[in-house]
């Protein structure tokens, strides 16, 4: 059964800060692993998708990396903003037509 | 990528009484939808797989009978909580799935009184 678990729970960094998210996963047959941001009392937002042939993907100030055989991801994030503060969740799929298992997540606050 | 409404966004309802959750695929077809729920602080929970014209599939542990679910259309799956109790407070979030992406609702808050 795949496991992921989200370290840390937690964060808090001034604003400008490069930062980096962890998740890892207990099983390395992955299909592909999903980041998503969560607000309060929203739904999630998707912000990076890597299938399991990828090393890599990135979108404006994030970056994601994917190393299969250690079980691990992060989430990078550049010069952060107060707007970055949110809750990110990962997603790990096995297979293409199997359904997702999320972390705890990481809740994020960047101070002004 | 594919947008995924829900309705009503928050709902209060008396103990007792049935609430209906209508999630919706607006500009893609869906066979099959997810419905999840969320407790403050706390991660999501998958509840069960909505399947276009078959039953649903219910993860281990979810009443059936209490969270009813239809998808009737290929474009609309939805969940009823019947019987609502104060402990199925919860936001429930539904998905989709579209080119290996998974898009979400903005969910639904129930609370019962």
């Known amino acids: 059964k795949q496991e992921v678990t989200?370290?840390?729970?937690?964060?808090?960094?001034?604003e400008g800060e490069n930062l980096v998210l962890n998740c890892s996963f207990?099983?390395?047959?992955?299909?592909?692993?999903?980041?998503?941001?969560?607000?309060?009392?929203?739904?999630?937002?998707?912000?990076l998708l890597i299938q399991s042939s990828?090393?890599?993907?990135?979108s404006g100030r994030l970056n994601a990396s994917l190393d299969k055989s250690s079980g691990r991801s992060t989430l990078y994030i550049a010069a952060s903003q107060?707007?970055?503060s949110a809750?990110?969740?990962?997603?790990?799929r096995t297979t293409n037509a199997g359904k997702s298992t999320f972390g705890d997540g990481t809740t994020l606050t960047v101070k002004p | 990528g594919a947008v995924v409404s829900q309705h009503p966004s928050w709902v209060i309802c008396k103990s007792g009484t049935s609430v209906k959750i209508e999630c919706r695929s607006l500009?893609?077809?869906?066979t099959t939808m997810f419905w999840y729920r969320q407790f403050p602080k706390q991660s999501l929970m998958l509840m069960a797989t909505s399947n276009e014209g078959s039953k649903?599939?219910?993860?281990q542990g979810v009443e059936k009978d209490k969270f009813l679910i239809n998808h009737a259309s290929l474009t609309l799956s939805t969940l009823t909580v019947t019987s609502a109790h104060p402990e199925d407070s919860s936001f429930y979030i539904c998905s989709r799935f579209y080119t290996d992406t998974q898009y979400f609702g903005p969910g639904t808050r129930l609370t019962v009184l």
């Open chain 1, 6 to 14: 989200q370290i840390p729970a937690a964060l808090s960094v001034p």
């Open chain 2, 56 to 59: 649903a599939t219910y993860e």
């Open chain 2, 27 to 30: 500009d893609f077809q869906a």
């Open chain 1, 26 to 47: 207990t099983d390395s047959a992955i299909y592909n692993l999903q980041w998503f941001r969560q607000d309060p009392g929203k739904g999630l937002t998707s912000l």
């Open chain 1, 87 to 92: 809750t990110y969740l990962c997603a790990v």
């Open chain 1, 82 to 84: 107060p707007g970055d």
């Open chain 1, 54 to 58: 990828q090393r890599e993907q990135t």
